[in-house]
């Protein structure tokens, strides 16, 4: 499918996904205080505001010298640097993968309370957005570019905040929230949703969560029945024909991109991670750069070809560390000389009221990029120890 005749589509049933999700997603409570997100108004307003974030944890452990170092493998982040902001000095938080990705949603470098496939204490991102704010949770997605590890990113367990505040998940086989994917896992994954349709939807509807009222039950159930029918048809639209070594990462992006085009949310987290690939290959790490480079690209483009999205909506791209200096003896790449090139890394950041071209060239975080995605939309992430990214502002 072309990319034209894939954005009418998107165009058409962005209409019909506005009229879903308008119905309060999937049928999921709201938060508890009952609110509805709302745009604080503005006296006099004409400075450009971020209403949506779009925000990339390039994961798996990518150097500078891969990415702003060799500009031929990057040509879209390159111009979006040119259109934005450049950290080429973002210092990480090198506690492996798993924790130093974690660390990039919940803005604390010295994590607590992580183990690996484990939830982590500190709240998320996700979760200050929707308390903060009163997101629905149709309002705020993470896509990973797979494994059960990566679900873990959205939402912590801590007291005050936790699942209530979590990000819808998915991952490229479209399968998301954990009480969906149980049922799924039951009952198969309806990749074509063939003639087994209705009935696994039947099931699924019975395995939604159920409140008090039965009115309101029966119209969430419906509606959520809608919604899921629809996402998995929509959201992953053009997943299958993915392949190489960046397919995870490559159906996390697309994802995110459907997602973007037809439900516009306030949120859109995107964990990829198939870099990693440089331990046994360096060759197969550039291509992976690569050709995230290009589909990081498509969603720049869906949203600058979207007169709702364009002027409003932000985008942040950061790795989660880089790589040793030096090569090991497959030619690979690791990560755990303490050396710059896997300590600092290259962010950008995009978006109405930011910088244009400017690059930033005194130390940062990777965690001060969730302080300035939070602040941009509005919300204070209490407990997260980042700061606002220097200059980030025009
Ligand atoms: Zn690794």
Redo the contacts with the bound molecule.
């Keep these: 499918m072309t990319l034209r005749s894939n954005r009418r589509d998107v165009l058409k049933l962005g209409a019909a996904a506005g009229a879903l999700t308008g119905l309060g997603g999937w049928g999921l409570a709201q938060d508890g205080r009952g609110r509805t997100q709302s745009t604080p108004a503005m006296e006099g307003d004409e400075a450009p505001t971020v209403k949506r974030v779009i925000f990339i944890a390039m994961a798996g452990?990518v150097r500078t010298r891969e990415t702003f170092g060799t500009p031929a493998n990057v040509p879209n982040l390159q111009m979006m640097a040119d259109d934005g902001v450049l950290y080429p000095r973002m210092r990480t938080s090198n506690l492996g993968?798993f924790g130093a990705t974690m660390s990039i949603f919940t803005g604390i470098s010295e994590a607590r309370g992580i183990r690996d496939n484990a939830r982590g204490t500190d709240p998320t991102m996700f979760e200050y957005l929707r308390k903060d704010l009163g997101l629905r949770q149709s309002d705020v997605w993470v896509t990973t570019s797979g494994g059960p590890q990566q679900t873990n990113y959205s939402y912590s367990v801590h007291p005050d905040y936790g699942p209530k505040y979590g990000a819808n998940t998915l991952d490229g086989d479209g399968i998301f929230n954990k009480e969906f994917k149980e049922l799924l896992d039951t009952y198969g994954r309806p990749k074509a949703m063939e003639e087994s349709e209705q009935d696994l939807l039947d099931k699924v509807r019975r395995g939604i969560g159920r409140t008090e009222d039965k009115a309101e039950n029966a119209a969430a159930t419906e509606n959520a029945a809608k919604v899921e029918r629809y996402i998995l048809e929509e959201l992953t639209r053009g997943t299958s024909t993915l392949r190489g070594a960046n397919s995870g990462d490559a159906k996390a992006l697309r994802v995110a991109r459907n997602l973007v085009s037809l439900f516009k949310p306030k949120m859109t987290g995107v964990v990829l991670q198939n870099a990693?690939i440089a331990?046994g290959s360096f060759n197969g790490y550039s291509e992976v750069i690569r050709r995230n480079d290009e589909a990081i690209g498509e969603i720049w483009t869906a949203v600058k070809e979207d007169p709702e999205l364009a002027d409003s909506t932000a985008i942040f791209v950061l790795p989660e560390f880089g790589r040793n200096k030096d090569l090991n003896s497959r030619r690979g790449l690791d990560?755990g000389d303490g050396s710059d090139d896997l300590r600092y890394v290259s962010g950008v950041a995009w978006g109405p009221g930011f910088g244009k071209g400017r690059v930033v060239k005194d130390d940062v975080r990777t965690i001060d990029a969730m302080y300035s995605a939070c602040d941009a939309l509005g919300a204070s992430p209490e407990l997260a120890k980042g700061q606002k990214l220097k200059r980030l502002l025009a």
């Design positions: 452990g993968h990693d331990h990560h």
